[in-house]
């Protein structure tokens, strides 16, 4: 079987998601939102699904965003509260900010760590004059990306910092993905994304970026066909199955 192929001879640039597609944080992000929502769920709805529910409702989006977009899943309105509230909290603020607490306590204890098959990735792209960047909805999207120790691999990063003061909506709207390209100088059809969720794939369709690569386990769990279906071109279980093949001419003058 061929391998899927990253041709830069057509894109010039690859912009990559951080949580489960850099940084091996996707799994401490879903069992801090299982702890938070399952104690308020506890008599009102069953608990939360770990794979499904986290892709589908929370990955990717912006942490007050998730909150919302899971309770409706649910039928679950609640007042959005305020940045002070107390963590737990029955309030979007509330809730989002006890799971914040949670992932940061794991990222202080445990730290993080970048995948393998990404960093060889990178570092095939780089040498052959692709540029790269980082998006990231989270806050602390240049501290994990830091902490992994992969910021040179780099040429920028966009995350929920930037959107926050850009006033950038969350995934599936592209935006971030978009203001990416945006610095890079490049439109967005020579570029390619990757992500591991299901909203990325959408942004990515969106964004009209020339190609969308969804990674990571969402393809072990069955859901390949969704993820082509939403717009993924390549769907792979790791970024060791794509292959690179040509490489980006310098411009000339």
Do not use: C
């Not at 806050?139 to 994990?144: A, D, F, K, P, T």
């Not at 926050?164 to 969350?170: D, F, K, S």
């Amino acid at each position: 079987m061929n391998k899927p192929v990253i041709d830069l001879t057509v894109i010039h640039a690859v912009v990559f998601d951080t949580d489960g597609v850099v940084t091996d944080t996707a799994r401490g992000h879903a069992a801090a939102w299982k702890h938070v929502f399952d104690a308020f769920l506890r008599g009102r709805s069953t608990p939360f699904d770990i794979r499904d529910d986290y892709l589908r409702h929370v990955a990717g989006r912006p942490r007050l965003d998730g909150v919302r977009t899971f309770l409706a899943s649910r039928g679950i309105t609640l007042p959005e509260g305020a940045p002070d509230d107390e963590p737990g909290a029955p309030t979007v603020h509330g809730l989002g900010l006890a799971k914040d607490r949670l992932f940061i306590d794991q990222v202080d204890k445990y730290g993080v760590a970048a995948f393998p098959a990404t960093v060889a990735l990178l570092h095939e792209l780089r040498h052959r004059g692709a540029r790269t960047a980082a998006v990231s909805a989270s806050m602390h999207g240049r501290r994990l990306v830091g902490s992994a120790g992969v910021n040179h691999l780099f040429d920028l990063l966009v995350d929920g910092d930037d959107a926050a003061l850009m006033n950038l909506p969350g995934k599936p709207d592209p935006a971030l993905f978009l203001e990416a390209v945006r610095r890079l100088g490049l439109p967005a059809v020579r570029a390619a994304v990757v992500d591991a969720a299901l909203p990325g794939v959408d942004a990515g369709r969106k964004g009209g970026f020339g190609l969308v690569v969804a990674v990571g386990n969402t393809v072990q769990d069955g859901q390949a066909a969704e993820l082509a279906e939403r717009g993924a071109d390549v769907v792979v279980t790791d970024l060791g199955e794509l292959e690179v093949r040509g490489r980006v001419l310098p411009l000339t003058t």
